[in-house]
C-alpha cells in the first residue's frame, strides 16, 4: 500500500528542508506512548539510516524504519490550516482507537 503525502503536506516539507538549507527528506514511524499505546513521530531528517525504507511522494522522500510500517502503511500524511491552528494531520486506515487529548491511537 505505502505512506503518501498530500500535495500540501508534500509543499510544507519541501520549503521547509529549503529553509532548513540541508536534509534529505521526512523521518516517519511510531513510539510506544499515550493512553492509547501509540504515538506517531515526525523528524526531518539529514541521513537515512542503513535499514530505512525509502518512500516517494510528490517529489519528498519518506523514511520509515521497517518496525513502523505496519501500523502506518496505507497512511496519508496532510498539512493542514485550520482557523489559527496548523499542522500535519494522520489520515491512518489502521487506527481502531484514539485517545480523548488526540495524542496516542491504537491499531
Do not use: W
Amino acid at each position: 500500500m505505502g505512506i503518501t503525502l498530500t500535495e500540501s503536506a508534500a509543499k510544507h516539507v519541501r520549503d521547509f528542508l529549503a529553509k532548513r538549507g540541508k536534509g534529505v527528506g521526512l523521518r516517519l514511524g511510531v513510539r510506544t506512548s499515550g493512553c492509547s499505546g501509540m504515538a506517531y513521530k515526525l523528524e526531518f531528517a539529514d541521513a537515512a539510516a542503513e535499514d530505512d525504507l525509502q518512500i516517494t511522494s510528490h517529489g519528498v522522500t519518506l523514511l520509515v524504519d521497517p518496525q513502523s510500517l505496519p501500523y502506518i502503511d496505507g497512511m496519508e500524511l496532510d498539512y493542514t490550516r485550520e482557523g489559527l491552528n496548523e499542522g500535519f494531520k494522520f489520515n491512518n486506515p489502521n487506527v481502531q482507537d484514539t485517545c480523548g487529548c488526540g495524542e496516542s491511537f491504537k491499531v
